[in-house]
Protein backbone atom coordinates (compact mmCIF):
# COMPACT_ATOMS: atom_id res chain seq x y z
CA UNK A 1 0.00 0.00 0.00
CA UNK A 2 1.20 3.36 -1.06
CA UNK A 3 -0.12 6.46 1.24
CA UNK A 4 -1.33 9.84 0.34
CA UNK A 5 -2.43 12.42 2.12
CA UNK A 6 -4.61 16.09 1.44
CA UNK A 7 -2.39 18.42 3.39
CA UNK A 8 -2.84 22.15 4.29
CA UNK A 9 0.61 23.58 5.63
CA UNK A 10 4.50 22.95 5.00
CA UNK A 11 3.71 21.66 8.81
CA UNK A 12 1.38 18.74 8.10
CA UNK A 13 4.09 17.46 5.41
CA UNK A 14 6.74 17.24 7.35
CA UNK A 15 4.34 15.43 9.89
CA UNK A 16 2.83 12.94 7.21
CA UNK A 17 6.27 12.20 5.48
CA UNK A 18 7.56 10.95 9.06
CA UNK A 19 4.94 8.41 8.86
CA UNK A 20 5.53 7.12 5.59
CA UNK A 21 3.84 9.43 3.52
CA UNK A 22 4.98 9.30 -0.41
CA UNK A 23 2.11 11.81 -1.84
CA UNK A 24 0.63 14.96 -1.32
CA UNK A 25 -2.70 16.43 -2.42
CA UNK A 26 -2.16 20.19 -2.43
CA UNK A 27 -4.38 23.24 -3.06
CA UNK A 28 -1.06 25.67 -3.65
CA UNK A 29 2.36 25.02 -5.01
CA UNK A 30 4.46 23.57 -2.17
CA UNK A 31 8.29 22.92 -2.20
CA UNK A 32 9.08 20.62 -0.16
CA UNK A 33 12.88 19.65 0.51
CA UNK A 34 12.29 15.83 0.95
CA UNK A 35 10.70 13.49 -2.04
CA UNK A 36 7.34 13.35 -2.89
CA UNK A 37 5.43 13.46 -5.51
CA UNK A 38 2.68 16.29 -5.78
CA UNK A 39 -0.83 16.54 -6.73
CA UNK A 40 -2.58 19.75 -7.23
CA UNK A 41 -6.23 19.63 -6.04
CA UNK A 42 -8.76 21.39 -8.69
CA UNK A 43 -12.56 19.74 -7.46
CA UNK A 44 -14.32 22.28 -8.83
CA UNK A 45 -16.63 22.46 -11.92
CA UNK A 46 -14.89 24.05 -15.18
CA UNK A 47 -16.67 26.62 -16.73
CA UNK A 48 -15.66 28.66 -20.01
CA UNK A 49 -14.39 31.66 -18.25
CA UNK A 50 -11.99 29.38 -16.48
CA UNK A 51 -10.87 28.08 -19.54
CA UNK A 52 -7.66 30.29 -19.58
CA UNK A 53 -6.90 30.45 -16.21
CA UNK A 54 -6.68 26.53 -16.11
CA UNK A 55 -4.64 25.85 -19.28
CA UNK A 56 -2.32 28.04 -17.24
CA UNK A 57 -2.24 26.62 -14.57
CA UNK A 58 -1.58 23.27 -15.54
CA UNK A 59 1.11 24.72 -17.63
CA UNK A 60 2.47 26.01 -14.30
CA UNK A 61 2.20 22.96 -12.11
CA UNK A 62 4.32 21.12 -14.79
CA UNK A 63 7.12 23.54 -14.92
CA UNK A 64 6.82 23.50 -10.77
CA UNK A 65 7.17 19.59 -11.12
CA UNK A 66 3.93 18.58 -10.22
CA UNK A 67 3.47 15.07 -11.06
CA UNK A 68 -0.57 15.42 -11.36
CA UNK A 69 -3.70 16.93 -10.67
CA UNK A 70 -6.59 15.63 -8.92
CA UNK A 71 -10.11 16.48 -10.99
CA UNK A 72 -13.91 16.05 -10.35
CA UNK A 73 -14.92 17.42 -14.18
CA UNK A 74 -14.49 15.33 -17.02
CA UNK A 75 -14.17 18.13 -19.08
CA UNK A 76 -10.20 18.62 -17.34
CA UNK A 77 -9.35 15.04 -18.61
CA UNK A 78 -10.41 16.53 -22.00
CA UNK A 79 -8.26 19.65 -21.82
CA UNK A 80 -5.53 17.56 -20.41
CA UNK A 81 -5.59 15.71 -23.69
CA UNK A 82 -5.76 18.98 -25.86
CA UNK A 83 -2.89 20.20 -24.22
CA UNK A 84 -0.45 16.96 -24.37
CA UNK A 85 -0.30 17.46 -20.88
CA UNK A 86 2.39 15.13 -18.66
CA UNK A 87 0.41 15.54 -15.70
CA UNK A 88 -1.10 12.25 -14.48
CA UNK A 89 -4.97 12.50 -13.34
CA UNK A 90 -6.34 11.22 -10.14
CA UNK A 91 -10.51 10.87 -10.94
CA UNK A 92 -12.55 11.62 -8.29
CA UNK A 93 -15.96 13.17 -9.37
CA UNK A 94 -16.91 12.64 -5.09
CA UNK A 95 -20.20 10.71 -5.74
CA UNK A 96 -21.13 8.23 -8.39
CA UNK A 97 -19.02 5.17 -9.04
CA UNK A 98 -21.23 2.39 -7.08
CA UNK A 99 -21.50 -0.06 -10.21
CA UNK A 100 -17.90 -1.81 -10.88
CA UNK A 101 -18.60 -1.55 -14.56
CA UNK A 102 -17.84 2.56 -14.29
CA UNK A 103 -14.26 1.69 -13.07
CA UNK A 104 -13.60 -0.64 -16.00
CA UNK A 105 -14.13 2.80 -18.17
CA UNK A 106 -12.14 5.07 -16.14
CA UNK A 107 -9.08 3.33 -15.46
CA UNK A 108 -9.41 2.40 -19.27
CA UNK A 109 -7.85 6.33 -19.99
CA UNK A 110 -4.67 6.43 -20.34
CA UNK A 111 -4.22 9.68 -19.07
CA UNK A 112 -6.39 8.77 -15.97
CA UNK A 113 -3.50 7.42 -13.40
CA UNK A 114 -6.12 5.98 -10.92
CA UNK A 115 -9.71 6.51 -9.86
CA UNK A 116 -11.23 7.14 -6.11
CA UNK A 117 -13.29 4.53 -5.02
CA UNK A 118 -16.94 5.27 -3.86
CA UNK A 119 -17.48 5.31 -0.28
CA UNK A 120 -20.70 3.45 -0.29
CA UNK A 121 -18.89 0.59 -1.77
CA UNK A 122 -18.98 -2.45 0.73
CA UNK A 123 -15.89 -4.46 2.05
CA UNK A 124 -16.39 -7.02 -0.13
CA UNK A 125 -16.70 -4.50 -3.20
CA UNK A 126 -13.22 -2.62 -2.23
CA UNK A 127 -11.44 -5.69 -2.08
CA UNK A 128 -12.56 -7.16 -5.47
CA UNK A 129 -11.57 -3.80 -7.21
CA UNK A 130 -7.89 -3.99 -5.35
CA UNK A 131 -7.69 -7.24 -6.59
CA UNK A 132 -8.93 -6.85 -10.13
CA UNK A 133 -6.85 -3.25 -10.05
CA UNK A 134 -3.81 -3.51 -8.40
CA UNK A 135 -2.41 0.33 -7.55
CA UNK A 136 -5.29 1.57 -9.76
CA UNK A 137 -7.48 2.32 -7.17
CA UNK A 138 -7.48 4.78 -4.59
CA UNK A 139 -9.41 4.41 -1.03
CA UNK A 140 -10.03 6.86 1.70
CA UNK A 141 -8.74 5.52 4.65
CA UNK A 142 -9.68 8.58 6.99
CA UNK A 143 -11.51 11.88 6.82
CA UNK A 144 -14.51 13.49 5.66
CA UNK A 145 -17.23 12.44 2.92
CA UNK A 146 -18.55 14.91 0.53
CA UNK A 147 -21.96 14.70 -0.55
CA UNK A 148 -23.25 17.88 -2.33
CA UNK A 149 -21.42 20.38 -4.06
CA UNK A 150 -23.32 23.71 -5.97
CA UNK A 151 -21.29 26.40 -7.70
CA UNK A 152 -24.18 28.32 -6.46
CA UNK A 153 -23.56 30.65 -2.73
CA UNK A 154 -26.57 28.78 -1.04
CA UNK A 155 -25.39 29.77 2.53
CA UNK A 156 -26.50 34.01 1.84
CA UNK A 157 -29.61 33.66 1.77
CA UNK A 158 -29.90 32.03 5.18
CA UNK A 159 -27.23 33.98 7.39
CA UNK A 160 -26.63 37.12 5.71
CA UNK A 161 -28.60 39.20 8.06
CA UNK A 162 -27.18 37.71 11.13
CA UNK A 163 -23.68 38.18 10.32
CA UNK A 164 -21.70 41.64 10.66
CA UNK A 165 -19.59 41.90 7.25
CA UNK A 166 -21.00 38.11 5.86
CA UNK A 167 -18.92 38.72 2.54
CA UNK A 168 -16.04 38.40 4.81
CA UNK A 169 -16.94 35.97 7.55
CA UNK A 170 -18.68 33.07 5.85
CA UNK A 171 -15.81 31.42 4.76
CA UNK A 172 -13.95 29.66 7.53
CA UNK A 173 -16.51 30.09 9.57
CA UNK A 174 -18.52 26.41 10.33
CA UNK A 175 -22.27 25.95 9.72
CA UNK A 176 -23.82 22.90 10.18
CA UNK A 177 -27.50 21.67 7.98
CA UNK A 178 -29.96 19.44 10.35
CA UNK A 179 -32.75 17.56 8.16
CA UNK A 180 -36.31 17.63 9.67
CA UNK A 181 -36.39 13.95 10.19
CA UNK A 182 -32.42 13.55 11.60
CA UNK A 183 -32.81 15.38 14.65
CA UNK A 184 -29.49 15.18 16.40
CA UNK A 185 -27.63 14.50 13.26
CA UNK A 186 -25.50 17.78 11.70
CA UNK A 187 -24.39 17.84 8.40
CA UNK A 188 -21.22 20.37 8.32
CA UNK A 189 -21.87 22.67 5.04
CA UNK A 190 -19.23 25.16 3.85
CA UNK A 191 -18.69 27.89 1.24
CA UNK A 192 -16.36 29.08 -0.52
CA UNK A 193 -15.11 30.93 -4.39
CA UNK A 194 -16.09 27.70 -6.03
CA UNK A 195 -19.65 27.56 -4.45
CA UNK A 196 -21.34 25.38 -1.41
CA UNK A 197 -20.37 22.05 -0.27
CA UNK A 198 -22.08 19.93 2.25
CA UNK A 199 -20.30 16.79 4.05
CA UNK A 200 -21.37 13.65 6.18
CA UNK A 201 -21.92 14.18 9.38
CA UNK A 202 -19.51 11.59 10.55
CA UNK A 203 -15.91 11.03 10.03
CA UNK A 204 -15.33 8.52 7.15
CA UNK A 205 -12.61 5.69 9.02
CA UNK A 206 -11.41 1.84 7.01
CA UNK A 207 -9.79 -0.54 9.54
CA UNK A 208 -7.14 -1.42 7.27
CA UNK A 209 -7.78 -5.22 8.62
CA UNK A 210 -10.41 -5.91 6.99
CA UNK A 211 -8.93 -5.65 3.75
CA UNK A 212 -7.42 -8.28 2.29
CA UNK A 213 -5.47 -6.91 -0.16
CA UNK A 214 -3.26 -4.00 0.42
CA UNK A 215 -1.93 -3.35 -3.58
CA UNK A 216 -3.72 0.10 -3.05
CA UNK A 217 -3.36 3.56 -2.17
CA UNK A 218 -4.44 4.94 0.97
CA UNK A 219 -5.74 8.33 1.53
CA UNK A 220 -6.06 10.33 4.80
CA UNK A 221 -7.99 13.79 4.31
CA UNK A 222 -6.77 16.20 6.45
CA UNK A 223 -7.52 19.21 4.74
CA UNK A 224 -9.71 20.83 7.46
CA UNK A 225 -6.82 19.26 10.33
CA UNK A 226 -5.71 22.33 12.34
CA UNK A 227 -4.01 20.07 15.33
CA UNK A 228 -0.95 18.51 14.18
CA UNK A 229 -1.04 16.33 17.12
CA UNK A 230 -4.31 14.89 15.83
CA UNK A 231 -2.80 14.29 12.51
CA UNK A 232 0.29 12.83 14.06
CA UNK A 233 -2.31 10.17 15.80
CA UNK A 234 -4.35 9.10 13.17
CA UNK A 235 -1.06 8.21 10.86
CA UNK A 236 0.50 6.43 13.96
CA UNK A 237 -2.55 4.29 14.44
CA UNK A 238 -2.60 3.54 10.59
CA UNK A 239 1.30 2.91 10.13
CA UNK A 240 1.71 0.76 13.18
CA UNK A 241 -1.86 -1.23 12.61
CA UNK A 242 -3.54 0.09 15.96
CA UNK A 243 -6.58 1.02 15.03
CA UNK A 244 -7.50 2.87 18.10
CA UNK A 245 -10.63 4.75 16.29
CA UNK A 246 -12.51 1.53 15.51
CA UNK A 247 -15.31 2.33 18.33
CA UNK A 248 -15.58 5.96 17.85
CA UNK A 249 -18.46 7.50 16.12
CA UNK A 250 -17.51 7.02 12.31
CA UNK A 251 -18.75 5.92 8.37
CA UNK A 252 -17.66 3.16 7.74
CA UNK A 253 -18.61 0.33 4.77
CA UNK A 254 -19.78 -2.75 5.81
CA UNK A 255 -19.48 -6.31 4.88
CA UNK A 256 -21.76 -7.16 2.81
CA UNK A 257 -22.57 -9.36 0.02
CA UNK A 258 -22.62 -8.28 -3.87
CA UNK A 259 -26.16 -9.83 -4.24
CA UNK A 260 -27.00 -7.99 -1.34
CA UNK A 261 -26.89 -4.36 -3.37
CA UNK A 262 -29.61 -3.81 -5.60
CA UNK A 263 -28.81 -1.83 -9.24
CA UNK A 264 -31.57 -2.62 -11.42
CA UNK A 265 -35.24 -1.31 -10.70
CA UNK A 266 -36.58 -4.92 -9.71
CA UNK A 267 -35.03 -8.03 -8.78
CA UNK A 268 -34.28 -10.47 -10.73
CA UNK A 269 -34.86 -8.37 -13.81
CA UNK A 270 -32.10 -8.52 -17.00
CA UNK A 271 -29.88 -5.80 -17.70
CA UNK A 272 -29.65 -4.81 -21.41
CA UNK A 273 -26.96 -2.33 -20.77
CA UNK A 274 -25.72 -0.29 -17.49
CA UNK A 275 -24.92 3.25 -17.04
CA UNK A 276 -21.51 3.79 -15.78
CA UNK A 277 -21.52 7.36 -14.90
CA UNK A 278 -23.90 10.49 -15.03
CA UNK A 279 -21.24 13.53 -15.43
CA UNK A 280 -22.12 16.95 -15.23
CA UNK A 281 -21.67 18.22 -18.74
CA UNK A 282 -24.73 16.31 -19.13
CA UNK A 283 -23.15 13.76 -20.80
CA UNK A 284 -23.94 9.57 -19.66
CA UNK A 285 -21.67 6.87 -20.13
CA UNK A 286 -23.03 3.34 -20.65
CA UNK A 287 -22.21 -0.30 -21.29
CA UNK A 288 -24.49 -2.18 -23.55
CA UNK A 289 -23.68 -6.00 -25.33
CA UNK A 290 -25.99 -4.56 -27.79
CA UNK A 291 -24.96 -2.42 -30.99
CA UNK A 292 -26.59 1.37 -30.55
CA UNK A 293 -27.20 2.87 -34.00
CA UNK A 294 -28.76 6.61 -34.79
CA UNK A 295 -32.51 6.17 -33.34
CA UNK A 296 -32.65 3.46 -31.27
CA UNK A 297 -34.20 4.23 -27.81
CA UNK A 298 -33.03 3.49 -24.36
CA UNK A 299 -35.80 2.94 -22.50
CA UNK A 300 -35.64 3.57 -18.38
CA UNK A 301 -38.29 3.45 -16.62
CA UNK A 302 -40.80 5.52 -17.31
CA UNK A 303 -38.44 7.71 -19.23
CA UNK A 304 -37.83 7.04 -23.14
CA UNK A 305 -34.55 8.65 -24.84
CA UNK A 306 -34.45 8.87 -28.80
CA UNK A 307 -30.38 8.45 -29.39
CA UNK A 308 -29.27 11.15 -31.67
CA UNK A 309 -25.65 12.34 -31.84
CA UNK A 310 -23.41 9.46 -29.37
CA UNK A 311 -19.84 8.12 -29.41
CA UNK A 312 -18.12 4.99 -29.49
CA UNK A 313 -15.40 4.37 -27.76
CA UNK A 314 -15.63 0.38 -28.34
CA UNK A 315 -16.06 -2.58 -26.12
CA UNK A 316 -19.60 -1.91 -25.91
CA UNK A 317 -19.01 1.39 -23.87
CA UNK A 318 -21.16 4.68 -25.16
CA UNK A 319 -21.33 8.61 -24.70
CA UNK A 320 -24.30 9.95 -25.08
CA UNK A 321 -25.52 13.93 -25.07
CA UNK A 322 -28.33 13.40 -21.69
CA UNK A 323 -30.43 16.21 -20.31
CA UNK A 324 -32.67 14.34 -17.52
CA UNK A 325 -31.37 13.33 -14.32
CA UNK A 326 -29.89 9.38 -14.47
CA UNK A 327 -27.61 8.00 -12.19
CA UNK A 328 -25.02 5.57 -12.33
CA UNK A 329 -25.84 1.92 -12.10
CA UNK A 330 -29.00 2.04 -13.46
CA UNK A 331 -30.07 -0.26 -16.01
CA UNK A 332 -32.29 -0.29 -19.64
CA UNK A 333 -33.47 -1.77 -22.38
CA UNK A 334 -32.53 -0.27 -25.81
CA UNK A 335 -35.70 -0.33 -28.77
CA UNK A 336 -33.73 -0.87 -31.91
CA UNK A 337 -34.89 1.85 -35.24
CA UNK A 338 -36.38 -0.80 -37.47
CA UNK A 339 -36.69 2.47 -40.12
Not at 83 to 99: A, E, F, H, I, Y
Not at 155 to 163: A, E, Q, T, V
Request: glycine share 6%.
Amino acid sequence: MIFTAFINSFEMGEVAYKYGVKEFFVDKIFNFPFDVKLWFVYEKMVFNSDLDNLKDLLKKLESNGFYGIRCSDYSLIQIAKELNSSLKLVWDPKTGGNNLLYYDFFISQPEIARVSASKELSIVELNSLIQKYPYKIEILLFGRVRIFHSKRELLYPFIKNSLENSEKNITNKRFFLEEEKRDGEFFPIEQDENGTYIYYSKPYAINLEKLTDKEFYGVFDFQNFQNLDDVEQILKSYVNDEFFIDNLNLYSPKNINESEKIYNYERNTTPIGTVLESVRNGYIYFESPITIEQGDILRFKNLDYIISNFVDFGNGIYRIFWHKGVSSGITFEILKNEM
